[in-house]
């Protein structure tokens, strides 16, 4: 398999992760509204939340967590000398992997919580599972500037970006907080 075709394979499947990290921290928090209903309904959405949550995670977003390594791997394994030759060029694929580990730590968290939910355990609330989810946009968002930007990304100016991108985030969850109350 050439590099070009390990690429895009890893694009697909590292989107499809994406999108089972979002969703299921949204079931997430659905299950954990869900247990403030009366007793008829939270068990019947708790139910619903249960076999949503397992489909989602075993069938497309931890497939798809390990084909996106897999494919990532291969082309790391393709350029190694490249990626791993001390070329100062590839400094940028040192950091994106650092991203990479925070994502895999997210995704054993969220199967963790997938795990106490499904034995009845909520240890988590709405608003942190709200606040849980957003992690994963500014590691997608890091991310997606590393790869695309790599050695033109000026550092201070990324990290400047990174956290205004997370002071946004943080302003927008608390405008929503007041808007969902009136």
């Known amino acids: 398999m050439d590099f070009n075709t390990a690429k895009a394979l890893h694009i697909i499947f590292v989107v499809s992760w994406f999108a089972g990290l979002f969703y299921i921290v949204r079931l997430f928090i659905y299950h954990t509204e869900a247990q403030e209903k009366e007793a008829v309904a939270k068990k019947v959405l708790s139910d619903q939340f249960e076999i949503m949550e397992s489909k989602l995670w075993w069938i497309i977003t931890t497939p798809a967590m390990v084909l ?4 990532g791997a291969w082309m790391l394994y ?15 694929m040192h950091v994106k992997l650092v991203f990479v580990g925070v994502l895999l730590v997210y995704h054993f968290v969220c199967q963790k919580i997938l795990f106490q939910m499904k034995s009845g355990v909520f240890r988590w609330k709405s608003g942190g599972l709200r606040l849980w989810n957003e992690l994963a946009t500014l590691v997608l968002v890091s991310i997606a500037f590393l790869v695309s930007m790599k050695n033109t990304l000026n550092w201070v100016y990324g990290t400047i970006g990174f956290f205004s991108v997370a002071v946004a985030l943080m302003i927008l969850i608390k405008i929503y907080k007041r808007l969902r109350k009136t």
């Open 68 to 71: 996106a390594i897999v494919f």
């Open 78 to 92: 393709l350029n190694s000398g490249y990626y791993f030759g001390g070329h100062p060029s590839a400094r940028w």
